[in-house]
């Protein structure tokens, strides 16, 4: 079993390293399969399997779920909301256009979400932002724009899809962003475990009413047998697991570490677009995605600093 006892700090560095490398491995070689199905059924489908599969968690942890508050409850909510649906379905959405645009370029995009998981913390938290903060974030979007489009306007309209796909990776980056932080709290009172279970199965529930809504369930027929594999084989690897050695390893860090690890995504996913898909970034896009990640380091280092300095 997992464990973090002689030094949690690096341990758990480490579980949300490898959780993030999983997501980037998802997005580049899984995800892709699915593209003619429509996202919410998608993220229906995936959630659902995960939560059938962890239902014993419910029989372990039935008298933890009794003791869940209201906060607890609004928090898992939240985190369902912004991680488990509408992150979930802007990122499928920005990576079904792996056909039209560089899907390196959707993950460096979607890699902002450490600027919006420490903006949403320093409000939610009341923390001040100082001078420095406010200069790295806006060098990390500049170096967003770069990774996406190069020192070029971007071309919108007509086949070309780069500004459809970026508009969603950035959806996806604020939720996300939005669901560390929200996933902090949530995990506070319970297990690793029943909180990745809660997660899938609100989760489950608000994919099934968008499913309902949208009718995207006329679609489950258009399922082929080889991506009925696929989903099986994410909710196994990059699903379940995946989240639950996330959460393990969040509980034993402070969020602005947490983020830095999920830089694992992108970095993970530049490799395998080069094996998989033969694809690379320009030089421009490279000198985006150095300055992209540097600001990002600099951004969650300046916050982590302040959080230690108000705990003194």
Not at 256 to 268: H, Q, Y
């Amino acid at each position: 079993m997992l464990s973090n006892k002689k030094n949690p700090q690096i341990l758990s560095a480490f579980y949300v390293s490898f959780a993030a490398s999983l997501w980037a491995f998802d997005g580049i070689v899984f995800r892709p399969f699915l593209y003619n199905l429509p996202v919410p059924l998608v993220v229906f489908i995936e959630s659902t399997i995960v939560t059938i599969v962890l239902a014993p968690v419910i029989i372990r942890y039935r008298s933890d779920i009794i003791k869940l508050n209201l906060i607890d409850w609004i928090s898992f909510i939240l985190v369902a909301v912004f991680g488990g649906a509408v992150g979930t379905m802007a990122i499928t959405k920005a990576l079904f256009y792996v056909n039209y645009v560089n899907l390196s370029i959707v993950v460096f995009i979607q890699k902002l979400q450490p600027v919006f998981a420490i903006s949403l913390a320093a409000i939610l938290l009341k923390e001040k932002l100082s001078k420095t903060f406010v200069i790295w974030s806006t060098t990390a979007i500049i170096g967003a724009y770069i990774v996406a489009f190069g020192f070029n306007f971007p071309l919108i309209g007509g086949s070309e899809k780069t500004f459809e796909a970026t508009l969603f990776a950035l959806i996806a980056a604020f939720s996300f962003g939005a669901s560390t932080v929200f996933s902090k709290r949530a995990l506070k009172n319970v297990s690793f475990e029943l909180g990745t279970y809660l997660r899938f199965s609100i989760t489950s529930i608000i994919m099934l009413i968008v499913v309902l809504i949208s009718s995207s369930y006329n679609s489950i027929f258009d399922i082929s047998g080889s991506q009925v594999i696929v989903f099986f084989l994410i909710a196994f690897s990059t699903g379940g697991p995946a989240i639950l050695v996330y959460y393990y390893g969040l509980k034993n860090l402070n969020a602005s570490v947490a983020t830095i690890c999920e830089l694992m995504f992108p970095l993970t996913a530049v490799i395998l677009e080069y094996f998989v898909h033969d694809k690379i970034l320009s030089l421009a896009q490279w000198f985006g995605a150095i300055l992209l990640i540097v600001s990002i380091l600099k951004v969650s280092g300046i916050n982590f600093y302040l959080s230690k300095k108000q705990n003194h």
